[in-house]
């Protein structure tokens, strides 16, 4: 029986069924070009990550749905297309249209079970601000030196 179950969970750990909800097929798609990131607001969004250009949750921000390997370049369908494809600030406000990555200054996150890091280095390495479940943090280890972000558990 204990082999039996082993197996099984091999088999789901092999086929990602263990994995966060920013697991996605085309999350820089969703992350790039869905509604949900600049065209509604923070509080209408489905999206449960705000990432802002000002502390205290102000200036321009950028509503966003799934884990950013770099800030710098979300790649719609994951595959290179000539040059990069930064996700920048939206809303209106100061910071808009600049860049996310090392120009952010505080977050919100909305998801009721999952932690929002904010990473220093690309592809969820280095020091990092976390933001528990309903909350709102100002950047303070990543304040304008931000990279990526990821959804995480403990």
Request: net charge positive; charged share 15%; glycine share 10%.
């Amino acid at each position: 029986m204990k082999r039996k179950f082993f197996l099984v969970a091999a088999a789901a750990v092999a086929m990602g069924a263990f994995v966060t909800p920013s697991a996605h097929a085309n999350t820089g798609f969703e992350n790039q070009m869905s509604p949900e990131a600049c065209e509604k607001s923070q509080a209408a969004s489905d999206f449960k990550y705000a990432i802002y250009y000002n502390s205290n949750y102000g200036g321009a921000y950028r509503n966003v749905g799934y884990s950013v390997w770099d800030f710098a370049d979300e790649r719609i369908g994951g595959a290179p297309q000539g040059g990069t494809q930064p996700l920048n600030f939206c809303h209106g406000g100061n910071g808009n249209l600049q860049g996310i990555k090392n120009n952010a200054a505080s977050v919100k996150n909305k998801h009721s079970t999952y932690y929002a890091v904010t990473y220093y280095n690309s592809g969820y390495k280095g020091s990092a601000d976390w933001s528990s479940p309903r909350s709102q943090t100002n950047l303070s280890v990543t304040k304008n030196e931000n990279a990526s972000f990821a959804w995480q558990t403990l």
